[in-house]
């Protein structure tokens, strides 16, 4: 006995509604009946997209459409009645509780003034450099007037006239040497010079000579 819905396949369920013998216990696992679904999906979506010619008649319709005053005023009056009715505290307006939003409302959280020797950063090149990017920032803007009395503008390289922050002690050396992020990044460690004289300080391979 073979599949009711015409797949080929041996019965091997009895449908109890339909009184007959199925390939399988889920209709839709049938081979013939899941190609039927496909096409008829198929069909539905193609019905749902609109040729060039409806879209311009859909434009054309548009043209001048205004919605009249009153029926905009009904439509934002109800907006505000059933936002009222609903008992939501916004999570997103820096209030305590569960519905406090991570970023919103909330000061951001400092990192740890002084890394543990312990943390990946002092065994990674790259997690170090970032540190001491980050911190070098932080100084600078604490103490700009002593590392830049004269007030120089900072720019990217190529820039005429711009200048750089510049370790005395290389990052490179100080990861070397196992030196703390905080001793690279000190006001002490940091001096304003051209962008010309800075990159001249690296060789072919992006490190410091």
Same mark, same amino acid.
């Given at each position: &006995?073979?599949?009711? $819905?015409?797949? !080929?396949?041996? +019965?091997? $369920?009895? %449908?109890?509604? #339909?009184?007959?013998?199925?390939? =399988?216990?889920?209709?839709?696992?049938?081979?013939?009946?899941?190609?039927?679904?496909?096409?008829?999906?198929? %069909? +539905?979506?193609?019905?749902?997209?609109?040729?060039? @010619?409806?879209?311009?008649?859909?434009?054309?319709?548009?043209?001048?459409?205004?919605?009249?005053?009153?029926?905009? =005023?009904? %439509? /934002?009056?109800?907006?505000?009645? @059933?936002?009222?009715? &609903?008992?939501?505290?916004?999570?997103? #307006?820096?209030?305590?509780?569960?519905?406090?939003?991570?970023?919103?409302?909330?000061?951001?959280?400092?990192?740890?003034?002084?890394? /543990? *020797? @312990?943390?990946?950063?002092?065994?990674?090149?790259? #997690? $170090? *450099?970032? *540190?001491?990017?980050?911190? @070098?920032?932080?100084? $600078?803007?604490?103490? #700009?007037?002593?590392?830049?009395?004269?007030?120089?503008?900072?720019?990217k390289c190529g820039i005429d006239g711009a200048y750089q922050i510049d370790h005395i002690i290389t990052v490179r050396m100080g990861f070397e040497q196992g030196l703390l992020i905080e001793d690279i990044s000190s006001k002490e460690n940091l001096r304003i010079i051209p962008w010309l004289e800075n990159i001249k300080k690296y060789?072919?391979? !992006?490190?410091?000579?």
């Open positions: &006995m073979n599949c009711c $819905y015409r797949c !080929g396949l041996p +019965a091997t $369920y009895y %449908i109890e509604n #339909k009184k007959e013998w199925a390939c =399988d216990k889920i209709p839709q696992k049938c081979p013939s009946v899941k190609s039927k679904i496909g096409k008829s999906n198929s %069909i +539905a979506l193609k019905g749902r997209t609109a040729t060039e @010619t409806q879209k311009e008649a859909l434009a054309r319709s548009r043209v001048g459409r205004v919605v009249p005053q009153d029926v905009r =005023d009904r %439509i /934002s009056k109800s907006n505000i009645e @059933t936002k009222n009715k &609903m008992d939501i505290i916004p999570w997103n #307006k820096g209030k305590k509780g569960l519905q406090v939003a991570w970023n919103k409302g909330l000061k951001k959280q400092e990192s740890a003034e002084v890394l /543990s *020797r @312990t943390d990946p950063a002092y065994s990674d090149f790259r #997690k $170090y *450099r970032n *540190r001491v990017a980050v911190r @070098t920032r932080k100084t $600078y803007e604490l103490f #700009k007037e002593e590392i830049n009395p004269q007030n120089l503008p900072l720019g060789d072919g391979k !992006g490190l410091r000579k």
